[in-house]
């Protein structure tokens, strides 16, 4: 659901910017739009518009991407290699357990495998992934061309705000730094090409924010409702709770999304929890043997209660734990997120490696098998769930 606020946060921002509408205005349509279309259809509803906003994004970027690094304010001679920066040593373990987070936390992500889990053949699949991992990169270039050299930093001005339409702080303060492409859009293309620029934001959001509504009310549907309160749903029934679970997920990610602050923050922070929380679980799930749901419990909660210690300032939440190398105006400098990580999949190894033996040799009774992860008299149909 972070991942669905955020989303909703970008799509709000990017239409008030550039329409001149209000934050909370532009929030609500954008996802009144989204729950609706998912709503009445479902997975194939979400599957067809993909196909029509992935066609848009790739025209939108086509066309907004010359006008904007070939507008007048912008010079690119100015940008030379000062652009480039570079990380403090003291800060090097950020930007470290950043990166990790970044390309390790996206993976368990159930909006990507709900539309893998769907493919008709696991080559099918496969090729998509490898297809989806070439058309990303490709699809970050026009972006990161309209956003290169558009610091804050004075040095580093390659567009000169004072000679567009701009009437806002120069240089562009860092609360609006995620804002940076709507404005190129807003200031830098002319206003149909700024027209058709919003069409592509939308798009692209909307691509995501559908699976995100989807994937949450279906986990909620299946894992919850079916499984744990009513085992002998109807389809009908089930349908029926997925409507609602949608409608709910939508009402509350955006009242979440209308007093979110950073739009980069809350995405950051959804791969760092599922980075921390679910990477593991998943590792474990599809290359450890043995492990089981004992250890997957006692690695979620080890793991949920380091990042918690280790303090978030996205939603003012202090320290408690104060890994080596904390100061207290950067925070955490120590890897902290990466060590949750570890912790978890250790705890995970180890927790389903000692339920195991205490079970399998009688040192605990098999009623105390309250997951069900082991078979015995009591539970015949029982399975390892795990592996």
Not at 121 to 148: N, Q
Request: with cysteine.
């Amino acid at each position: 659901m972070g991942l669905l606020v955020s989303l909703f946060t970008l799509t709000g921002s990017t239409i008030s910017v550039i329409m001149d509408l209000s934050d909370i205005l532009s929030i609500t349509v954008s996802a009144v739009v989204a729950v609706v279309y998912t709503f009445l259809g479902g997975l194939r509803s979400v599957a067809y518009t993909d196909i029509v906003q992935l066609v848009c994004i790739a025209v939108g970027l086509a066309i907004a991407c010359p006008f904007a690094v070939r507008n007048a304010a912008v010079d690119f001679s100015k940008l030379g290699s000062s652009w480039v920066g570079q990380v403090p040593t003291d800060q090097v373990g950020i930007f470290v357990d950043l990166f990790a987070v970044v390309a390790l936390g996206g993976i368990p992500w159930q909006v990507y495998f709900q539309r893998i889990l769907a493919c008709s053949t696991t080559d099918f699949a496969r090729l998509s992934s490898c297809v989806a991992a070439v058309m990303c990169a490709l699809f970050a270039v026009p972006p990161a061309l309209m956003g290169l050299g558009r610091s804050r930093h004075r040095s580093v001005r390659v567009t000169d705000w004072n000679s567009t339409s701009y009437l806002g702080e120069v240089p562009i303060p860092a609360e609006k730094m995620s804002l940076m492409l709507p404005l190129t859009l807003r200031y830098l293309c002319p206003r149909p090409v700024a027209i058709v620029g919003i069409g592509t934001l939308a798009a692209a959001v909307m691509s995501s924010a559908d699976s995100s509504i989807l994937s949450s009310a279906t986990v909620f549907t299946n894992n919850i409702y079916r499984n744990a309160l009513r085992s002998q749903a109807s389809d009908r029934e089930l349908v029926w709770v997925l409507r609602v679970a949608i409608l709910v997920v939508g009402v509350i990610s955006t009242g979440i999304a209308i007093v979110a602050r950073s739009v980069y923050g809350l995405y950051v922070m959804c791969s760092d929890l599922m980075y921390v929380i679910l990477f593991p679980q998943f590792t474990c799930v599809l290359f450890l043997p043995g492990t089981n749901s004992y250890g997957g419990l006692a690695g979620f909660v080890i793991s949920l209660l380091l990042r918690l210690f280790g303090g978030e300032s996205l939603i003012g939440l202090p320290a408690v734990l104060k890994f080596p190398l904390y100061s207290e105006q950067h925070g955490q400098r120590f890897p902290f997120r990466t060590v949750a990580m570890l912790c978890n999949l250790l705890a995970i190894v180890l927790g389903s490696k000692l339920t195991h033996v205490a079970f399998n040799r009688g040192w605990l009774s098999p009623s105390l098998d309250i997951l069900h992860s082991f078979p015995h008299p009591l539970h015949p149909h029982s399975t390892r769930p795990w592996r």
